[in-house]
């Protein structure tokens, strides 16, 4: 596997991880505050950390949850992110989460730009 596959691979696996890789040491620090911090607010108001459901929105789901990367694989085998549905805040929960991992996959790709050359 190349250099890009295998740093794109830790950029998912730990938030910011990729960026540190590339010397992008700042940025990384950055990324990975920020996407922890939407994964613990999200775990605070009761989200839930889903998983593989049947259905279109159940996958969309659990793929936005499963780009937190170890996060998500951390939480799981905890059994955090169980979620209340009475909590006020579980709908807000959810929202943390998927922008969590839905921000990381960004990450993921923005990384994948700076290995190639692509961008500084």
Not at 28 to 46: E, H, N, R
Not at 79 to 103: K, M, P
Request: charged share 10%; glycine share 14%; hydrophobic share 50%.
């Amino acid at each position: 596997m190349s250099n890009v596959v295998l740093t794109c691979i830790a950029a998912w696996l730990v938030p910011g991880a990729g960026h540190l890789i590339l010397g992008k040491w700042r940025r990384a620090i950055l990324f990975f505050v920020g996407v922890i911090l939407l994964f613990a607010l999200g775990l605070y108001q009761q989200g839930v950390l889903f998983g593989l459901t049947p259905g279109l929105f159940g996958f969309l789901k659990f793929f936005a949850d499963i780009c937190i990367g170890t996060p998500y694989f951390l939480g799981r085998l905890l059994d955090w992110g169980t979620g209340d549905i009475r909590a006020y805040g579980y709908e807000y929960g959810n929202t943390f989460l998927y922008t969590a991992g839905l921000l990381n996959s960004l990450l993921v790709l923005d990384t994948f730009d700076i290995a190639r050359g692509r961008k500084q």
